[in-house]
């Protein structure tokens, strides 16, 4: 598939958008609930999963075989406005993971917990590591950077403000999304602009050839040519006005061949709602979620978690696509509890 993924344009209709999508429940898996993080990683080649707590500040390791979990490190401050998920860089050799905690970036060794701060430019806020794990790139306030691992050979990338940093698979070029337009630009890892297109953007994920970005917008996501730019679209989440809950929509996983993309996504229900006027109108507001999975290569989507009373968020397929972790949202009392869980994709 990676290989023919410049010929496929596909507009797929979702649930939202007036067309049904086959149920095909796959089996849940619950993790215990004690490994209960904002952010959870799989660590390439195991199935192990790197997780981050807002509550207690603990970076941690869930094994999924025996569901025991291992602490590896506190952050200093965990109730910072970053993104936990950004934070966490999983380093492709498996045996590393660095975060950001008070303005440094930090290397931790998954198996002697050893750890130590990476000299860097400015405040760095997010990294992505380089798939031959010898690189990093990180955003600060100060712009784009590249550093060894080893914290040596800093240097300017791009002055842009930056989320989602992404290396493309053959480690020859570096993806983000720019703020606060949501604009997507590439870099050629030894800093050649290559590329800026689209406009926003919300997240955005290499195709395994290198070739395509997986980009998400607000209402649908789509692929788009590294080399031109051109932008594809593949689904949209609605074609409803007022769209208020669909904007939650938007997280996505690429399974590691590049064929299928998960998602979650709810069905939008109307309320009637007073404007700012004071003249009520009809609102659409997501009550629930399920995880989607669209194949690319037959344009088909199907409903893998089928249940209506919940909320399923926050897909990431493991390394070998065997499963997807993802969350289970239930309320509890005015909180919301998130349990983990996985779905057999085998």
Same mark, same amino acid.
């Given at each position: 598939?990676?290989k $023919?993924?410049?010929l ?6 979702l649930?939202?958008?007036?067309? /049904?999508?086959? %149920? #095909?429940k ?7 609930? +004690?490994?209960?993080?904002d952010? &959870?990683k799989?660590i390439?080649? =195991?199935? *192990?999963?790197?997780g !981050?707590s807002?509550?207690?500040?603990? !970076?941690? !390791? ?19 406005t970053?993104?936990?998920? #950004?934070?966490?860089c ?9 975060y950001?905690? @008070? ?8 198996d ?5 701060? !990476?000299?860097?430019e ?8 380089s798939?031959d @794990?010898?690189?990093l790139?990180?955003?600060?306030? /100060?712009? %784009?950077?590249?550093?060894?691992l080893?914290?040596t ?11 989602f940093? #992404?290396? +493309? ?10 703020q606060?337009?949501?604009? %997507? =630009? ?7 602009k ?10 955005l994920?290499?195709?395994p050839?290198s070739? =395509? ?16 730019? +051109?932008y594809?679209? *593949?689904?949209?989440?609605t ?7 669909a904007?939650?929509s ?7 061949d590049? +064929? ?7 069905? *939008?229900?109307? $309320? &009637? ?12 507001? #997501?009550?629930?979620?399920?995880i989607? &999975?669209?194949? *690319? /290569? ?13 909320w ?6 493991s ?8 969350y /289970? =949202?239930r ?16």
């Open positions: 598939m990676k $023919h993924l410049g496929l344009v596909l507009v797929v209709m649930a939202s958008c007036n067309s /049904k999508v086959e %149920v #095909q796959r089996t849940l898996i619950p993790l215990p609930k +004690s490994a209960s993080a952010a &959870m799989w390439p080649g =195991k199935y *192990l999963l790197a !981050i807002e509550k207690t500040g603990n !970076i941690f !390791i869930l094994d999924v075989s025996s569901g025991k979990t291992k602490k590896l490190a506190e952050l200093s401050n965990s109730k910072s970053n993104d936990l998920f #950004q934070k966490l999983i380093v492709p050799d498996g045996r590393r993971i660095v950001s905690d @008070s303005g440094s970036l930090v290397c931790l060794e998954i002697g917990m050893k750890k130590r701060k !990476i000299k860097t400015g405040n760095p806020l997010f990294a992505a590591a798939p @794990s010898r690189f790139a990180y955003a600060s306030p /100060k712009g %784009v950077f590249v550093v060894t080893e914290g050979g800093n240097r300017l990338l791009s002055k842009d403000p930056a989320l940093l #992404q290396w +493309s698979p053959d480690g020859k070029k570096i993806a983000y999304v720019k606060p337009e949501g604009k %997507v =630009k590439i870099y050629s890892v030894e800093g050649e290559l590329k800026s297109f689209t406009d926003g953007a919300q997240g994920l290499w195709f050839d070739k =395509k970005l997986l980009v998400v917008k607000a209402l649908e996501f789509g692929t788009a040519e590294a080399e031109s730019g +051109s594809s679209s *593949l689904a949209c989440f074609t409803l006005p007022n769209p208020s809950g904007a939650a938007t997280w996505l996983s690429l399974s590691p590049g +064929s299928k993309v998960a998602y979650n996504f709810g069905e *939008l229900k109307p $309320h &009637m709602e007073k404007n700012e006027k004071g003249k009520e109108e009809k609102v659409y507001y #997501q009550e629930n979620s399920d989607y &999975m669209l194949d *690319l /290569k037959t344009g088909s989507t199907v409903n893998v978690t089928g249940t209506p009373d919940d399923e968020l926050y897909p990431e397929y390394w070998d696509g065997n499963y997807i972790f993802c /289970k =949202k309320q509890s009392g005015k909180d919301y509890i998130l349990t983990p869980q996985l779905i057999d994709m085998r």
